[in-house]
């Protein structure tokens, strides 16, 4: 941007949505409906069931959007930016969305911040528990321990009963906005620029991370992983090499610049100017990958609080498991983050929460796994959708589609049990004649998920060229999933060191095990569009049959 008119950005944060009670939620796109799978004998689009509880922004070309904050985009002048003052603070920093101006991801590996601990490591586990317990948390029935899902978890010391309110952690144990900062310094700073949640918690915790002892979360930061699993730390080389089939590459693309913007700008307007309150030496690209993936894998919203999100201590330990549904949340009663158990714990058991309704592709993006093929019933693969440009109403279509917020190439959920009906809406204006064009509006409306049209719109007459036309996307994405996991075999993983070999194995078995599990979707698709097709075209047959058996009878 020109100097006089310049933003800070912000990483996209919406996926901390306002209905997800889970630690550290990617959002999902919040269609209005979800229809089910039909049986061979149903309509394509049957009754719906409910919607996923989680909201979402309008769709980009990706099935996981963006981390958008959807704030206002006020222009900040750089030269209201004053020598620090209390009496006269400069004007509100305020996000944008654009990363127009970010720095390409790294091709280089990244390095480890010099605090945290190797992610399955206890060495600090005994002091964070003593330091806890010292601060106001109440007797565990639970305690850190090596586990088998999730490296380390909280495991039952004693008999734990369906149904019973376990944690328990008071809101003193909370690090959230308000928290106080070991240099008060560095919090008015940001204060009076009113840097947003996200980056003004990240650069919280690494100012107190470099506090040490002198910080009173330093038995907490110690205890926190030194490198967080998460898509944050694959390089762009690994991103393309092993996510190549995958739609999440692209969030995990978009993630990383935001990320590398935030930090440039904060750099630019604030820690530029302060440098003996932000050294470089500590707050630059490596601590900012470091903050921002723990905020991503552990920052919790609580709906009991209005809605505060905050990092909490202890309960951010637990782990998640597709089979339970319960939820970390604020009791008022008992005034601390509990959750209740959905099902009974022997002495030795790993006790699980949700992190939410996510894909196996939200789930490694955020938290750096997936589950086993075929154990999350909320799994989804995006199904990218295009206009084609030789279309006779391209143009037509496409201004539709801009009205309402949607471009020429859009990306849908399936799930095993089904696909949206914005899919099937999006489909039918791709094919829809000339002859349909005073249609086109209503038909990209209901594309759309911020529309509050009719979604289940019903067009026979091209119904059998929407579900080809679905079908043809369908078949594209599995030959580039079955492309990749025949290579996978064979890749050359090109390492030196075992260190990077067992990273690379690592790696390459992630992205193995998440296309394993997308092609499943969409094989299941293939084979329910197939069917589809071939009972109306038969059932074409029989009545051409039929019509012509009476024809010649009246002859």
Request: with cysteine; net charge positive; hydrophobic share 35%.
């Amino acid at each position: 941007m020109k100097n006089e008119t310049r933003r800070l950005r912000t990483v996209k944060t919406a996926h901390i949505m306002e209905n997800d009670q889970s630690p550290i939620r990617a959002s999902r796109l919040g269609f209005s409906s979800f229809p089910t799978f039909p049986s061979l004998s149903d309509k394509v689009i049957p009754s719906q069931f409910p919607a996923m509880a989680e909201a979402s922004r309008i769709f980009h070309s990706t099935l996981f959007p963006t981390l958008s904050l959807q704030l206002s985009k006020p222009c900040y002048n750089s030269h209201v930016y004053p020598s620090l003052s209390l009496k006269k603070a400069p004007r509100p920093v305020q996000c944008s969305v654009s990363t127009s101006e970010t720095k390409s991801t790294s091709s280089n590996a990244t390095q480890e911040v010099p605090w945290g601990c190797d992610i399955d490591s206890l060495e600090n586990a005994e002091a964070l528990q003593k330091w806890l317990s010292n601060s106001g948390l109440p007797p565990q029935k639970m305690a850190i321990d090596k586990v088998a899902v999730g490296e380390r978890g909280l495991v039952a010391l004693k008999n734990i009963r369906k149904g019973e309110k376990l944690l328990f952690v008071p809101p003193s144990l909370f690090i959230t906005a308000d928290s106080e900062w070991s240099s008060p310094e560095a919090g008015l700073v940001l204060k009076q620029y009113s840097v947003p949640d996200w980056p003004l918690l990240a650069t919280y915790l690494i100012s107190e991370a470099s506090a040490q002892k002198s910080s009173r979360w330093c038995n907490y930061i110690s205890a926190l992983p030194r490198q967080p699993y998460s898509l944050l730390y694959w390089t762009r080389a690994e991103l393309d090499r092993y996510l190549e089939a995958s739609q999440i590459r692209q969030r995990a693309i978009e993630r990383v610049t935001d990320v590398i913007g935030t930090y440039n700008d904060l750099r630019l307007r604030i820690f530029s100017k302060y440098p003996d309150i932000f050294p470089e030496e500590v707050f630059n690209m490596e601590t900012f990958r470091w903050s921002f993936g723990i905020l991503f894998s552990r920052l919790v919203r609580l709906p009991s609080m209005d809605g505060k999100v905050a990092l909490v201590p202890w309960a951010d330990m637990l782990n998640h498991s597709c089979e339970v549904e319960t939820f970390l949340d604020y009791d008022k009663s008992s005034q601390g983050v509990v959750f209740t158990t959905d099902r009974a714990y022997q002495p030795g058991e790993q006790v699980f929460i949700s992190y939410g309704k996510k894909s196996n592709g939200e789930l490694l993006l955020s938290y750096g796994f997936v589950p086993k093929e075929g154990a999350n019933p909320s799994d989804s693969v995006e199904l990218p959708l295009s206009l084609k440009k030789s279309d006779k109403c391209y143009k037509e279509k496409l201004e539709a589609l801009r009205k309402h917020g949607l471009s020429t190439s859009q990306c849908y959920p399936i799930q095993i049990t089904g696909w949206p009906l914005e899919l099937m809406a999006y489909a039918y204006l791709a094919v829809s004649p000339p002859s349909m064009s005073k249609q086109f509006d209503e038909i990209a409306a209901a594309a759309s998920n911020k529309s509050t049209i009719k979604k289940d719109l019903r067009y026979p007459d091209i119904e059998e060229k929407a579900l080809q036309f679905i079908l043809d996307s369908c078949e594209s994405s599995i030959s580039k999933y079955s492309k990749f996991l025949q290579a996978s075999g064979s890749m050359d993983l090109d390492v030196t060191t075992p260190k990077q070999l067992n990273r690379r194995v690592f790696l390459k078995q992630l992205a193995v095990d998440l296309c394993t599990s997308e092609q499943r979707i969409l094989f299941r698709a293939q084979y329910i569009l197939r069917t589809r097709l071939r009972d109306m075209r038969s059932g074409e047959l029989r009545a051409l049959r039929i019509f012509d058996g009476l024809r010649n009878i009246f002859k």
